[in-house]
T-cell receptor, first 111, second 118 residues
Framework: GDSVTQMEGPVTLSEEAFLTINCTYT??????LFWYVQYPGEGLQLLLK?????DKGSNKGFEATYRKETTSFHLEKGSVQVSDSAVYFC??????????FGTGTSLTVIP | EAQVTQNPRYLITVTGKKLTVTCSQN?????MSWYRQDPGLGLRQIYY???????DKGDVPEGYKVSRKEKRNFPLILESPSPNQTSLYFC?????????????????FGEGSRLTVL
């Protein structure tokens, strides 16, 4: 079945450091891929998405490229800020009915 | 303001006492779904609904019921809660419009309902 594996956390970075959170997926078809972010005490919000191979999703300085050959969708940001501290979830959906989420990666950015 | 509203936000109950967590959205979304979030397991889908009177099981439906009698509401029912249903629950909705048949539509989440079953 479909599944998402993402990098274990927690991750602690200094402000302005480079961020990578790894995400790989297993799917039978051609899924859409997502990164969601969860700030403390809140629900998840869509950060970015990609719908087909080689698409790059981007938002708020974050980027992720849909790599079909490596079944990956790694999240990157060149310079993190304290306000980026949150839990990040990689997710996929083939049908649009069922969504599969990774376990989440907690990021803390220290000044 | 577009939102998904869940109630209650926090609940402590006892084993076997039926409870309902309500979910309401004001965006006229066709699709609604329930997830539970547990440490080390991420979010797992419980049930989803494509429209009124249309519901289907997700990955972890055991011990839960849902109904979709109105487009805006999608309550989650625990007929006989057990301690292993202690979790953080999220409701989400999305439009079925958009590109590729709505498959890429963004999920809008509620703020979560933290349930403890003693």
């Amino acid at each position: 079945g479909d599944s998402v594996t993402q990098m274990e956390g927690p991750v602690t970075l200094s402000e302005e450091a480079f961020l990578t959170i790894n995400c790989t997926y297993t799917a039978t078809g051609y899924p859409s891929l997502f990164w969601y972010v969860q700030y403390p005490g809140e629900g998840l919000q869509l950060l970015l998405k990609a719908t087909k191979a080689d698409d790059k999703g981007s938002n708020k300085g974050f980027e992720a490229t849909y790599r079909k050959e490596t079944t990956s969708f790694h999240l990157e940001k060149g310079s993190v800020q304290v306000s980026d501290s949150a839990v990040y979830f990689c997710a996929l959906s083939e049908s649009g009915n069922q969504f599969y989420f990774g376990t989440g990666t907690s990021l803390t950015v220290i000044p | 303001e577009a939102q998904v509203t869940q109630n209650p936000r926090y609940l402590i109950t006892v084993t076997g006492k039926k409870l309902t967590v309500t979910c309401s959205q004001n965006m006229n979304h066709e699709y609604m779904s329930w997830y539970r979030q547990d440490p080390g397991l991420g979010l797992r889908q419980i049930y989803y609904s494509m429209n009124v009177e249309v519901t289907d099981k997700g990955d972890v439906p055991e011990g839960y019921k849902v109904s979709r009698k109105e487009k805006r509401n999608f309550p989650l029912i625990l007929e006989s809660p057990s301690p292993n249903q202690t979790s953080l629950y999220f409701c989400a909705s999305r439009s079925l419009g958009g590109d590729r048949g709505g498959r890429t539509g963004e999920l809008f989440f509620g703020e979560g309902s933290r349930l403890t079953v003693l």
